[in-house]
């Protein structure tokens, strides 16, 4: 049997083993309009430019498609069902979380009970999953064989193996060894879960653009390296003897690693391919400079139903879940000053995120890098919201931003409304209610003006002459705000948004030109 061969047989026996999970399949979500997405995905062009079809008469034209036909195809195959996608039906949970007393693996920020609350609202995000049980049980070390001591890990089994109809077990940690889950399964004869493998599950669901599910794609390669591993001893007990292949010299454990790194390699290069892609658009949209104001949060605290109240974008369905938004989409917007802006709705994060996970989508986040502006959207009604601001700013700081978009960040405090007179205790927070509209326009002044620092724009009124060309000129280099025409005199006072450069060459081509700050 060749590797080739080989690699698909176990493809379709963890497809196989993961189908006894019992679990439901992702349902589909329908896909979030995006009144922007041309801003991010497409390149810009100015009205009256015109907007033919791409290609038409270009020269060569059959050899791009070819490649791009491939290119399809290779995206197809990794798209395809992924072997750790759980199998139709409910699944029935007990979460359990293992409360370390003290010592570094213990958060000063939060509780036992608020992180299997946590827990609760991670499995009651997937369809058909049912919480049957929660148990919060000490422990010195996590990061044990069985996770407890002796004697808790057998009241824990007794109490486990009483529940009627659990399909699982939910154990509320980062990741677990695949040994660990051996043995667990072994003691409790049940599936067991990590955060990383709901998480993951999740995020399988919630993936719509091929970008992200070539990320979700990576991200399960460590699970597969696992699982593999698992799979290769269970061959040499059951087997014994060799364990080469047909004389190949290359064990199974071998080959299925050689085939893993294939695909690993085959999947970061469809995202370089796609992150490439990226940066022209990057480089067309900044001719315009249309701002990027990126929304940044822990899961769940209201970004997109701030986007919604700052758009007006009645497409926008926030849903009450974590990780609803899992690829980023592009919203219009519009200033004080009528300035048009793009709001950028990005995944969320949460705590104890493996950093595989994080890794995985940095060609997401990486977006983030190019904005102008970064606004941290907080409930400030969580009780562990101390905590999900310092997971976001970590986050944030391993991305390796450019310090002045740090140091430039808006804080905003969701969800004021349901704290009776909220007044931030942080300096230069801003208290909204993203669901009511409070505290929008205070909030739009704040992004104006940031906008403005960081951008180099400046709001001008100019005097010009009408039978001049100025004005033409401003509408093609600048953002006309308001002209106020002066029959009699033949002049026009013309409010602008204009960039620096656009601004030199206009005091260039016009010196005689009134200008007045505003």
């Not at 974008?313 to 519009?334: K, M, N, S, V």
């Not at 000053?337 to 995985?360: K, Q, R, W």
Request: aromatic share 6%; glycine share 6%.
């Amino acid at each position: 049997m060749g590797p080739a061969r080989l690699s698909w047989s176990l493809l379709l026996r963890c497809r196989r083993a993961a189908a006894a999970l019992g679990a439901p399949r992702c349902r589909s979500l329908p896909a979030r309009p995006l009144s922007a997405a041309a801003l991010l995905r497409a390149p810009l062009r100015p009205p009256g430019t015109g907007g033919g079809a791409p290609g038409n008469g270009a020269a060569g034209a059959g050899g791009d498609e070819e490649g791009e036909e491939e290119d399809e195809a290779e995206l197809e195959e990794l798209l395809g069902p992924s072997p750790l996608a759980l199998g139709p039906g409910a699944q029935r949970v007990a979460i359990v979380h293992p409360a370390v007393k003290w010592g570094p693996q213990k958060s000063p920020l939060t509780t036992a009970e608020l992180q299997i609350a946590e827990a609760v609202a991670l499995v009651d995000t997937l369809q058909n999953w049912t919480v049957l049980d929660k148990t919060i049980l000490p422990t010195k070390n996590r990061n044990k064989k069985f996770v407890f001591g002796k004697g808790n890990f057998q009241v824990l089994t007794e109490k486990i193996k009483k529940l009627p109809h659990v399909t699982a077990v939910f154990l509320n940690v980062e990741r677990i060894s695949s040994l660990t889950k051996k043995e667990l399964e072994s003691a409790w004869g049940v599936q067991v879960f990590d955060r990383y493998t709901v998480v993951l599950h999740i995020f399988r669901c919630n993936a719509r653009t091929k970008e992200a599910k070539l990320q979700v794609a990576l991200a399960e390669i460590p699970l597969l390296r696992s699982n593999l591993k698992n799979e290769a001893s269970q061959r040499d007990q059951q087997r014994g003897g060799s364990r080469y292949i047909m004389g190949s010299g290359e064990t199974f454990l071998e080959t299925q690693n050689r085939v893993l790194k294939e695909r690993e390699l085959k999947i970061r290069n469809a995202l370089e391919k796609l992150r490439r892609k990226r940066a022209l658009l990057r480089t067309r949209r900044r001719k315009f400079e249309f701002p990027i104001v990126s929304v940044m949060g822990y899961t769940n605290c209201g970004k997109t139903t701030l986007i919604k109240a700052l758009t007006g974008e009645a497409g926008l369905q926030p849903r009450d879940q974590l990780f609803a938004t899992l690829d980023i989409t592009a919203h219009t917007g519009y200033l004080p000053s009528h300035m048009a802006v793009i709001y950028v709705d990005t995944i969320g994060f949460l705590t104890d995120l493996p950093h595989n996970l994080v890794e995985s989508f940095s060609a997401t986040l990486e977006e983030v890098a190019y904005s102008d502006l970064i606004v941290h959207v907080r409930d400030i009604t969580h009780p562990e919201t101390v905590l999900q601001k310092a997971t976001v700013l970590s986050v944030l700081r391993n991305l390796n931003l450019p310090s002045h978009l740090l140091d430039s960040m808006v804080e905003v405090h969701n969800k004021v409304d349901l704290i009776e007179r909220y007044k931030p205790a942080e300096e230069n927070a801003l208290a909204v209610s993203a669901l009511h509209g409070h505290g929008l326009e205070e909030l739009k002044q704040e992004i104006e003006k940031k906008i403005l620092a960081a951008t180099g724009k400046k709001i001008l009124t100019v005097n010009i002459n009408l039978e001049g060309p100025q004005l033409s000129w401003l509408y093609k280099e600048a953002t006309v705000q308001e002209v106020e025409v002066m029959p009699e005199e033949g002049t026009a006072r013309v409010k602008v948004i204009i960039g620096s450069s656009a601004f030199g060459k206009y005091k260039n081509l016009f010196p005689n030109s009134k200008i007045f700050m505003s």
